[in-house]
């Protein structure tokens, strides 16, 4: 298995400009998570989808994210428009139970300039 | 209010050394905790969970973590620290049986293993 695939690894892009983060779970996997890492607020979860259904986007921080899951082997992040504030790690993770835990992808690093 | 928490943000020992990272929690029902390593510039690790049995887990790289049930603890240990071991590590626990599998983490410590 390829684990949790996430595309582009980095991002460099033009404040105002739109963002799209991309995701492949794991298959089989019926849970997936989207988290932001920044040095000053930490692991910070976005977003959580089961069985391609958003569950909690309480974390998403504003009007400009949007998320979603259209089938069960994609995801996406999408940041319109993009500020400055918004650079950080972006990863994704999916589980397949309470179990399991979470396979991570490695991060898509975005920087806003 | 159920929570976990890792209570130091940075741990420094001695290569050689044994080690020891925090974590407490409060969860209702039984928990399902986990740990993770993250290396620089990557994602994060699985090392280890408990979810049911043995008080005492093994994971990888060496590390092992105790469920204290009493003490609401599962603190990260290993006997002799490695300079690769320097990263970040996060605790994390299922907040209940309401909680699907969403995960629930402590915002890291930083593991700093000095030669």
């Known amino acids: 298995d390829a684990g949790v695939i996430q595309s582009p690894r980095h991002e460099v892009t033009e404040m105002g400009q739109e963002v799209t983060l991309r995701c492949k779970p794991i298959s089989g996997h019926n849970s997936l998570f989207w988290y932001r890492q920044t040095m000053m607020r930490g692991l910070e979860l976005l977003i959580y989808f089961n069985n391609n259904v958003p569950i909690d986007d309480s974390g998403m921080p504003e009007d400009r994210f949007s998320a979603k899951m259209p089938n069960a082997s994609f995801s996406t992040l999408k940041i319109q428009p993009s500020e400055p504030r918004d650079s950080a790690v972006y990863f994704c993770a999916s589980s397949l139970n309470p179990g399991y835990g979470y396979t991570f992808g490695s991060g898509t690093r975005l920087t806003v300039v | 209010a159920q929570s976990v928490a890792q209570p130091e943000d940075q741990v420094n020992v001695a290569e050689g050394n044994p080690l020891t990272v925090k974590c407490t929690y409060s969860?209702?029902?039984?928990?399902?905790l986990f740990w993770y390593v993250q290396y620089p510039n990557r994602g994060l690790q699985f090392l280890l969970k408990?979810?049911?049995?043995?008080?005492l887990v093994k994971g990888s790289y060496g590390f092992e973590a105790e469920f204290n049930k009493s003490q609401t603890s599962f603190h990260l240990k290993k006997p002799s620290a490695l300079v690769s071991d320097s990263a970040l590590y996060f605790c994390?626990?299922?907040?209940?049986?309401?909680?699907?599998?969403?995960?629930?983490f402590g915002g890291g410590t930083r593991l700093m293993v000095k030669p």
């Open positions: 969860v209702s029902g039984n928990p399902y």
């Open positions: 408990y979810i049911t049995g043995d008080n």
């Open positions: 994390a626990v299922r907040l209940g049986n309401n909680a699907g599998n969403m995960l629930t």
